[in-house]
């Protein structure tokens, strides 16, 4: 079952522009990451933040946390056409069974065009 | 350090076969999941592994099995294939199992099942 949901559905921005996707969750958690995909390929991993942590960056990846509105956002700067793909969030479970196990949400389809 | 790889790539399969996917971890990492992607249910848990043992479960039929060996290398397998196992295949590589590691990727392995 789907324990995030990413908003919105799509995406689609000039290059340069500034890419914002959110993302909610239904539990507590103890981390949130998200995830790049490309057509049809494995995830690439982005960024983990931890419950305790509100702000994280990398690179051109800004990641912020809200857990008393259980929701994040990924925000990507200056985007390039090979930002071009599906971004998830995935979360653990602060509680119940949680062992190796992330919950997806459907993912923001984000196109960049040149 | 090598990602997590996974063998084969892409399958074709008729129904009622059964099949075997394989992932290697990366070096290091005992963890490892397994994960079905399909466009009408996203992202879904199959199972977990950690130290050969099956820690976590998914709400798979039990035609989906797997097993971990002493090297950390997994293999998943599906008996008795249907139409609906068609799918996007991925398995994840953790250094452990606890409440904040990443998980990386590997490619997928691509099934289709006519």
């Known amino acids: 079952s789907q324990q995030g949901e990413e908003d919105p559905q799509a995406l689609s921005i000039q290059e340069g522009e500034n890419a914002t996707m959110n993302c909610s969750y239904k539990?507590?958690?103890?981390?949130l990451q998200w995830y790049r995909q490309n057509s049809g390929r494995g995830l690439v991993h982005l960024i983990l933040?931890?419950?305790?942590?509100r702000e994280k960056h990398s690179g051109r990846l800004r990641v912020t946390l809200d857990t008393s509105k259980k929701s994040s956002s990924l925000l990507i700067t200056a985007s390039r056409a090979a930002d071009t793909a599906s971004y998830f969030c995935a979360t653990d479970a602060a509680r119940g069974s949680t062992l190796g196990r992330l919950y997806f949400g459907r993912g923001t389809q984000l196109t960049v065009w040149p | 350090k090598a990602g997590v790889t996974q063998t084969p790539r892409y399958l074709i399969k008729t129904r009622g076969q059964q099949v075997t996917l394989s992932c290697s971890p990366i070096?290091?990492?005992?963890?490892v999941s397994w994960y079905q992607q399909t466009p009408g249910q996203g992202l879904q848990f199959l199972f977990e592994y950690f130290s050969e043992t099956q820690r976590n479960k998914g709400n798979f039929p039990g035609r989906f099995s797997g097993r971990q060996f002493s090297n950390s290398r997994s293999e998943m397998n599906v008996s008795t294939l249907e139409l609906g196992d068609s799918a996007l295949y991925l398995c994840?590589?953790?250094?452990?199992?606890?409440?904040?590691?990443?998980?990386?990727f590997g490619p997928g392995t691509r099934l289709t099942v006519t």
């Open positions: 070096s290091g990492h005992r963890s």
């Open positions: 539990t507590s958690i103890n981390n």
């Open positions: 994840a590589s953790s250094l452990l199992a606890g409440q904040s590691y990443e998980q990386y």
């Open positions: 933040i931890r419950s305790n942590e």
